[in-house]
């Protein structure tokens, strides 16, 4: 026992580094919280505190990490930025129609420099070519639009120039 309480630091920061090293194989950031343990045990054993002390420092610490920071890392880490690929991607943008668009007769647009079939999102439009359109669902190779009021760039249309 007197070998373990005059060589405890070298034993925690053994353990630390091991753990360390064993974090960068598993990713899971659980075995980097108990190295994070045994760094408070290898620091209460460098001040010459109890065996006892260490273990119960190092075993609250390590428990702390793991149900405190851990699942906020993890949180960070894992919460990014929503990636949309394919067909997802071209969903909320405007298109322009190429050929007139009804329930009974699809059309076809332009999307995002491609021609797309569509149809209109609500059945009972009738879109005319010319017009810019939202896209608002996708199935397929269908894409399923509803069109987008025109604004006049005249201010008084009462008035003749």
Request: aromatic share 4%; no cysteine; hydrophobic share 55%.
């Amino acid at each position: 026992m007197d070998w373990l309480s005059e060589h405890a630091w070298a034993t925690w920061l053994g353990l630390t580094v091991l753990l360390g090293a064993a974090e960068l194989v598993s990713m899971d950031l659980i075995l980097l919280m108990l190295a994070a343990g045994a760094m408070v045990g290898f620091l209460t054993a460098v001040l010459g505190l109890a065996v006892p002390l260490q273990v119960v420092l190092a075993s609250v610490t390590a428990v702390a990490m793991l149900a405190l920071l851990r699942p906020n890392l993890i949180k960070r880490l894992h919460h990014g930025p929503e990636l949309r690929l394919g067909h997802g991607k071209l969903v909320g943008r405007q298109a322009l129609v190429t050929q007139d668009i009804s329930a009974l007769a699809p059309g076809r647009v332009r999307l995002a420099g491609e021609i797309w079939s569509a149809e209109p999102y609500d059945d009972t439009l009738r879109i005319a070519a010319g017009q810019t359109v939202e896209v608002l669902e996708i199935r397929g190779a269908t894409a399923y639009v509803h069109p987008i009021p025109q604004l006049d760039n005249d201010p008084d249309p009462g008035v003749i120039p």
